[in-house]
């Protein structure tokens, strides 16, 4: 193809695609059971790649999610009702304020189409979840990256407000923080997060992340949402994909001025939240003991695997979500093969730019454990495999 990005060749039809979408390379998620089980025949697998919930829904979630399946021959409820009340009822916030969407993903890819253009630009951390520039990009805006704190600062890789605050331009429309971030764990405490919320103009819109939102409440994270009445720039996105256990339905919402969830609205693509999803959310939120148990036996688990990692002379970063980062050293891809033999996927990070690292999902007691032997064998093997950050 012609180094000219705005050419158009017949012969190959990619090239009818718009300049900046053909620019993008794809979002790459963690690798799949099943896809490990065709590349490399092993079987009894353990995925830690793709922070999912290993304790799953509750029963009664899965029970509605059943009972949904008598009208599966029918479309979905378009403006997800009981939904959207269900979470006004819990969240404390009106119906009118919320944007459902097949995963937060949905929501964040929303905020771009609508707020975004070629000249315009938005803002995000070094390594902030690979979404973000993906989005901006995707609109033709220009991404601006704001390097993160280093290895030294007490939260390390982290996001540096300030300097993000120093970022924003006229012409910026976002601005994306995760709080906790994906994929460092690192998070941002209240006083800090709500100083940059205040000094950010009204014409930039803070998209602010809180997928992990749920386990960051362990570590003293904030309830934003009351924020969002007193700065109509502000939208706070939520899942259920994480603490609710529901990744495989794809449901997320978000809460914002209700101008902006009315423009969100016309650009959301109709049904786009299937039947079991919307049955399976407002069941999960009925169940809030369900939720909290797993979240409080990630937590513990959490603990127990960083102290595991640091036993075998690896650092760790500081985490407020379901998984760790870890840094392994010039042979982290080597040892990411090397588990995926032993039926174990983790997640390189090399497209974050970490290439030394992997990110580590919390699984079971049982699975956590054998993570961590399979380490110590390779560590035993291999002293260059795991390597100590001095």
């Known amino acids: 193809m012609s180094a000219d990005s705005s050419r158009v060749d017949p012969a190959h039809p990619g090239t009818l695609a718009v300049a900046a979408v053909r620019a993008l390379s794809p979002y790459v998620p963690g690798k799949p059971i099943s896809e490990l089980e065709r590349e490399l025949g092993v079987t009894d697998i353990?995925?830690?790649?793709?922070?999912?919930?290993?304790?799953?829904?509750?029963?009664?979630?899965?029970?509605?999610?059943?009972?949904?399946?008598?009208?599966?021959?029918?479309?979905?409820?378009?403006?997800?009702?009981?939904?959207?009340?269900?979470l006004a009822r819990h969240l404390g916030v009106g119906p009118e304020c919320l944007s459902i969407g097949n995963g937060s993903n949905d929501l964040l890819m929303l905020l771009a189409e609508a707020f975004l253009a070629p000249h315009l630009s938005a803002v995000?951390?070094?390594?902030?979840?690979?979404?973000?520039?993906?989005?901006?990009?995707?609109?033709?805006?220009?991404?601006?990256?704001?390097?993160?704190?280093?290895?030294?600062?007490?939260?390390?890789?982290?996001?540096?407000l300030a300097a993000m605050r120093s970022a924003l331009r006229p012409d910026t429309r976002m601005?994306?923080?995760?709080?906790?971030?994906?994929?460092?764990?690192?998070?941002?405490?209240?006083?800090?997060?709500?100083?940059?919320?205040?000094a950010v103009p009204p014409t930039t819109l803070i998209a602010l992340d809180e997928a992990y939102y749920e386990y960051g409440r362990e570590c003293g994270l904030p309830d934003t949402l009351p924020w969002v009445a007193?700065?109509?720039?502000?939208?706070?996105?939520?899942?259920?994909?994480?603490?609710?256990?529901?990744?495989g339905a794809r449901v997320g919402y978000a809460v914002s001025h209700p101008e902006i969830a009315a423009v969100l609205?016309?650009?959301?693509?109709a049904f786009n939240v299937n039947s079991l999803a919307q049955a399976g959310a407002v069941a999960a939120l009925a169940d809030q003991a369900h939720m909290?148990?797993?979240?409080?036996?990630?937590?513990?688990?959490?603990?127990?695997?960083?102290?595991?990692?640091?036993?075998?002379?690896?650092?760790?970063?500081?985490?407020?979500?379901?998984?760790?980062?870890v840094r392994i050293g010039a042979r982290?891809?080597?040892?990411?093969?090397?588990?995926?033999?032993?039926?174990?996927?983790?997640?390189?990070?090399?497209?974050?730019?970490?290439?030394?690292?992997?990110?580590?999902?919390?699984?079971?007691p049982e699975q956590n454990e054998r993570l961590l032997a399979a380490l110590a064998q390779l560590h035993?093997?291999?002293?260059?495999?795991?390597?100590?950050?001095?």
């Open 380 to 390: 035993v093997q291999d002293e260059c495999a795991v390597t100590q950050v001095r």
């Open 124 to 160: 995000y951390s070094q390594y902030g979840f690979a979404i973000y520039p993906l989005v901006i990009r995707e609109t033709g805006a220009q991404a601006i990256e704001v390097a993160a704190r280093p290895l030294e600062a007490p939260m390390p890789l982290g996001h540096d």
């Open 46 to 86: 353990i995925k830690l790649a793709s922070n999912e919930n290993p304790h799953g829904p509750s029963p009664a979630v899965l029970e509605a999610m059943h009972r949904s399946l008598g009208s599966v021959w029918l479309y979905p409820d378009g403006s997800c009702h009981e939904l959207k009340l269900a």
């Open 230 to 247: 007193s700065h109509p720039n502000l939208i706070v996105l939520r899942t259920f994909s994480k603490a609710y256990g529901l990744a």
């Open 292 to 325: 909290r148990r797993a979240v409080a036996a990630t937590t513990r688990e959490l603990e127990r695997l960083c102290a595991g990692l640091r036993r075998l002379g690896l650092w760790t970063a500081p985490s407020a979500a379901n998984f760790v980062l």
């Open 332 to 364: 982290a891809a080597q040892l990411f093969q090397a588990l995926l033999e032993r039926g174990i996927i983790v997640r390189p990070l090399a497209s974050y730019g970490l290439p030394e690292h992997v990110r580590i999902s919390v699984g079971l």
């Open 175 to 198: 601005l994306f923080i995760a709080n906790p971030n994906n994929p460092t764990g690192t998070w941002t405490q209240a006083r800090e997060l709500e100083r940059l919320i205040e």
């Open 265 to 269: 609205d016309r650009l959301r693509p």
